[in-house]
């Protein structure tokens, strides 16, 4: 797996207080740093989309440069205006910060210690294992739930994506069910096949 990268513009500050922990069996990031306008970037190339305005060169690059240079054609990270909680609430920040350390933290404390959100089938019944809270649970599940922690809203599954937010093994943005469980190949593929 990938380190992700977490980008928190234009989050609200509910979602991103709830965001992190529920992705803590997740590879965690190397590192936290706020967002950058790089060229070629989505937010670089249709600001418009994202409420950006006034995107400008870095100031760093008036010290790297002659004075007669192109800096506009030259740089790489620019700066802008765009509303941004976490850069706008340094408390909101902090706590965005800490929970990321946290789960770095997490991650260090060895392979058997890894929190996990995953699937597994024993004896051909499937069953939920959740370490991201802290204490581990272990519990046997329908194979509609299985489905619904690996894939997501497939159809109107209604009892099962109830299931699912309880759980936190599903996780809704934009009317959109994203599911956040992992499973092993076998067990993924089994399910994706039907």
Not at 84 to 111: A, F
Not at 130 to 139: N, P, T, V
Request: charge should be negative; aromatic fraction near 12%; include cysteine.
């Amino acid at each position: 797996m990938y380190p992700i990268t977490m980008v928190v513009i234009l989050q609200p500050t509910g979602l991103l207080r709830a965001y992190v922990p529920l992705i803590y069996h997740l590879n965690p990031p190397l590192l936290v740093r706020p967002l950058e306008i790089a060229r070629f970037s989505p937010y670089y190339e249709h600001p418009e989309e994202y409420d950006i305005t006034g995107i400008t060169p870095s100031d760093v690059y008036k010290e790297i440069f002659p004075k007669d240079a192109d800096i506009a054609k030259l740089a790489w990270l620019f700066t802008a205006s765009y509303k941004c909680e976490s850069r706008d609430d340094r408390q909101l920040n902090d706590v965005i910060r800490k929970k990321v350390q946290t789960w770095m933290d997490l991650w260090k404390r060895g392979k058997a210690n890894i929190p996990v959100l995953r699937i597994i089938k024993e004896e051909q019944q499937f069953y939920l294992e959740d370490s991201r809270y802290g204490s581990a649970i272990k519990e046997k599940i329908t194979r509609e739930q299985a489905k619904m922690a690996l894939f997501g809203l497939l159809s109107n599954e209604i009892d099962e994506l109830n299931w699912g937010m309880e759980k936190k093994v599903v996780y809704c943005y934009e009317n959109k069910y994203i599911p956040l469980a992992t499973a092993n190949p076998r067990v993924f593929e089994e399910l994706n096949n039907e």
